[in-house]
Nanobody, 128 residues
Framework: QLQLVESGGGLVQPGGSLRLSCVASGFTLDYYDIGWFRQAPGKEREGVSCISMNDGSSDYTDSVKGRFTISRNNAKNTVYLQMNSLKPDDTAVYYC?????????????????????WGQGTQVTVSS
């Protein structure tokens, strides 16, 4: 059974860092496009960062560029999201998701609606 499990969330002060992990079971992550998404209370789920199976490229939403880094460890079947210089606006539930690969330049590449398999989410709260 395909399963994704996120971990690494928590409470952190502004300017701090967290590293989120997404561990897959029941399938091999390196055959899929993987995305990190977040949803704050009262807001729609948004794409934070996605990494392509086809060419290994990654993309980021503008608000996290230069602060967040997505990476994958195929040997551990795990994808990470390193989050630095965190801001209160980063507060949300963070989810990872997987889907069959599409071209990395496809406009749908990091859109939540195209992803079929989701984890349960991990809460990130940035507050002093």
């Amino acid at each position: 059974q395909l399963q994704l499990v996120e971990s690494g969330g928590g409470l952190v002060q502004p300017g701090g860092s967290l590293r989120l992990s997404c561990v897959a079971s029941g399938f091999t992550l390196d055959y899929y496009d993987i995305g990190w998404f977040r949803q704050a209370p009262g807001k729609e789920r948004e794409g934070v960062s996605c990494i392509s199976m086809n060419d290994g490229s990654s993309d980021y939403t503008d608000s996290v560029k230069g602060r967040f880094t997505i990476s994958r460890n195929n040997a551990k079947n795990t994808v990470y999201l390193q989050m630095n210089s965190l801001k209160p606006d980063d507060t949300a539930v963070y989810y990872c998701a997987a889907d069959k690969p599409i071209p990395s330049n496809d406009p749908k590449h990091c859109i939540p609606a195209r992803f079929d398999d989701w984890g349960q989410g991990t809460q990130v709260t940035v507050s002093s």
